[in-house]
């Protein structure tokens, strides 16, 4: 939680208990409250709870949520005063009339810091906020003036109060989420495959909700950076030996047959790698036709038996997001590449449920089961869940790794949204 | 008497490739260069223009990183001009579903330049040029299918439908489907019927009409 959502806040609660203070206290010698009274202290309570929930997450809603909630104390202060006004026609002491205008200045100053907090300080945005607090905080100092030594009975409306509330609420949301739009417009795009089709509005909706998950941009920087260690280590492991015993066969002049063993086995490592990381089958055909390609290069290459049931799903048409579909190969991927690695089955079940709107994909094998300390094989170098499971955070997809149905065996399953 | 030349529309966003092909087919009494495209838009363009008269599209699978030789398949249509797709892929889901959306031949960019020549006579007199592209993406030597997809070869070769193979099978016909895809890659074959016949062939289904 940063410094100013924190000072925004204390000064919520600050205002929601002041103003049920006021209300319990009454030194405004009201009547008994009706229910309808009560309704904005409610609303303080409800929104000093959001932000209770979601401060770390989700700091938009929990800075939407101070605005909203010391508002409604606002409103609730402010209302109160009015009635004495209405009922008794004469101002009240002084010290509560002044109480009641910094009431009214609270949510504005914390959607003035909402506008232009956390590093988000363009000059202009920083004046026009703050400038708009001063006019507007004049203007109340002013009319409480005015009243308090009688004779003016004027005062800042509503409206006016409103307005700017929202427009440095609106300033501070549209700065919020300008980052996720621009993936979105990015994704969007890159989804729609050369421009042959523009995505409908639910769809972009729905990408870009999907890129408000917070946490969404720090998972990808860790998946990305986990990926070039992979790499690095697949080609340490895999490719410069090879093309290493091609170097030392050629240089002793060895036939030329083993030469071009050796170099096979190097582009077949390459030609893995890349399927790994970009496969054109999976961007061009999706997710099942990249499952079933890489059920039979396994086949290919070990005794793992491969089985593929394709599930049902509404016909909705789409394909799922290609990060999603992407993470869900990369799964099926890791989780045969576990099987053939260590040997623990000889079978393995994949089943394919995709849509554009949800994905599943469980891997089942015969074996011994996954490993009973996950840590403990992460650390002795067995990536391959640690992995997975980073795969499935970066895009929003859970993931479970367990015991097959029959309590033998190791299921992964990858479930989209997560 | 020599007929008219068989015109060409080259597509490729390697200069080196696009040029070495444009050369061999310049010099080819046969063939005739209708024009060169980098792009899937340039290759739209050349072909929609009035004067185009294109007998056949020679172009790379993969255009600017994605697979838009693909989509020019879309492009072209059933009543245009035949496409032979060059790629360096080969693999089987790519080399089958160029043969679904229509293409006249799939050959490896490692083919010498005489050989994407026959080819292009090939596809030009309506044939197709996919053999070469099926017998090296299959290097391995197949093996012999899964005991399922045995019953499921059992029941197309008695002329099931793959919603009816789903029903007795207890599966969904997606289910079906990916089975045949898989099938379908592993031997290199584009039909049911090659299916079919080649299951026969192999002895991995023995009556006809069993099940």
């Not at chain 2, 089958?96 to 799939?106: E, M």
């Not at chain 2, 093996?143 to 029941?155: A, F, K, M, N």
Request: aromatic residues 4%; contains cysteine.
């Amino acid at each position: 939680m940063t410094r100013a959502l924190r000072l925004a806040a204390v000064a919520t609660i600050a205002l929601a208990v002041a103003s049920l203070l006021l209300r319990i206290l009454n030194p405004f010698a009201a009547p008994p409250p009706s229910a309808s009274d009560l309704v904005p202290h409610l609303w303080a309570v409800a929104a000093i709870v959001v932000i209770a929930l979601t401060n770390t997450w989700a700091p938009t809603l929990a800075w939407c949520a101070a605005v909203v909630g010391s508002a409604a104390s606002a409103l609730a202060v402010s209302g109160m005063i009015r009635e004495y006004r209405a009922t008794n026609g004469f101002e009240p002491a002084p010290v509560l009339g002044a109480l009641v205008a910094i009431a009214v200045m609270v949510p504005i100053a914390i959607a003035a810091a909402y506008a232009t907090a956390d590093g988000r300080r363009s000059r202009l945005a920083v004046a026009l906020a703050w400038g708009s607090v001063a006019v507007l905080g004049t203007g109340l100092a002013a009319s409480f003036v005015g009243r308090t030594l009688g004779g003016y009975d004027g005062g800042v409306p509503y409206s006016v109060w409103l307005a700017v509330l929202a427009g440095l609420t609106v300033t501070g949301l549209v700065r919020d989420l300008r980052p996720a739009f621009d993936r979105t417009r990015a994704r969007v795009t890159a989804e729609a495959g050369g421009g042959h089709r523009a995505a409908g509005p639910l769809s972009v909706l729905r990408v870009f909700v999907d890129e408000l998950v917070p946490g969404r941009e720090a998972g990808r920087a860790e998946a990305a950076e986990d990926e070039r260690g992979r790499i690095a280590a697949d080609l340490h492991a895999d490719v410069l030996p090879s093309l290493r015993r091609a170097l030392a066969e050629a240089e002793a002049g060895g036939t030329v047959e083993r030469l071009a063993a050796d170099l096979r086995m190097a582009v077949d490592d390459v030609e893995s790698l890349l399927v790994a990381r970009r496969a054109i089958v999976l961007e061009e055909l999706g997710l099942l036709a990249a499952v079933e390609w890489l059920a039979e290069r396994v086949e290919d290459r070990s005794t793992v038996r491969v089985e593929i049931e394709v599930a049902p799903v509404d016909a909705d048409g789409g394909r799922p997001p290609r990060d999603v579909e992407r993470a869900a190969f990369r799964v099926a991927q890791l989780a045969l590449d576990n099987v053939v690695r260590h040997a623990l089955g000889s079978h393995a079940r994949v089943s394919v449920a995709a849509s554009a709107r949800s994905v599943r994909l469980r891997v089942e094998d015969d074996g011994d089961g996954p490993p009973v300390d996950e840590a403990a094989a992460t650390r002795a170098g067995r990536r391959g869940i640690a992995d997975m499971r980073a795969e499935a955070r970066a895009c929003g997809a859970r993931l479970d790794v367990g015991r097959d149905a029959d309590g033998r065996g190791t299921a992964v399953e990858l479930a989209w949204p997560g | 008497m020599r007929s008219d030349p068989v015109r060409v529309l080259l597509v490729d966003d390697h200069p080196a490739i696009l040029d070495a092909v444009a050369r061999a087919v310049t010099a080819a009494d046969d063939l005739a260069l209708a024009g060169t495209a980098r792009s899937l838009h340039e290759a739209r363009a050349a072909l929609a223009a009035a004067d185009a008269r294109i007998d056949v599209v020679v172009s790379d699978v993969q255009l600017a990183g994605e697979a838009e030789g693909l989509r020019l398949l879309d492009a072209v249509g059933k009543d245009g001009p035949a496409v032979l797709l060059l790629s360096s892929f080969d693999q089987p889901p790519l080399i089958r579903t160029a043969f679904d959306r229509g293409a006249a031949g799939y050959l490896i960019k490692t083919s010498e330049v005489g050989e994407i020549l026959d080819a292009v006579r090939t596809v030009a007199g309506g044939g197709t040029a996919f053999s070469a592209a099926m017998l090296r993406a299959i290097r391995s030597a197949p093996r012999r299918p899964s005991d399922r997809e045995i019953e499921v070869l059992e029941l197309l070769c008695g002329g099931a439908s793959n919603d009816e193979i789903g029903v007795r099978l207890g599966v969904t016909e997606k289910t079906v489907e990916s089975h045949l895809r898989r099938l379908f890659d592993r031997y290199g074959v584009l039909s049911r019927t090659e299916l079919a016949v080649l299951a026969l062939r192999e002895g991995w289904v023995t009556e006809m009409g069993r099940s």
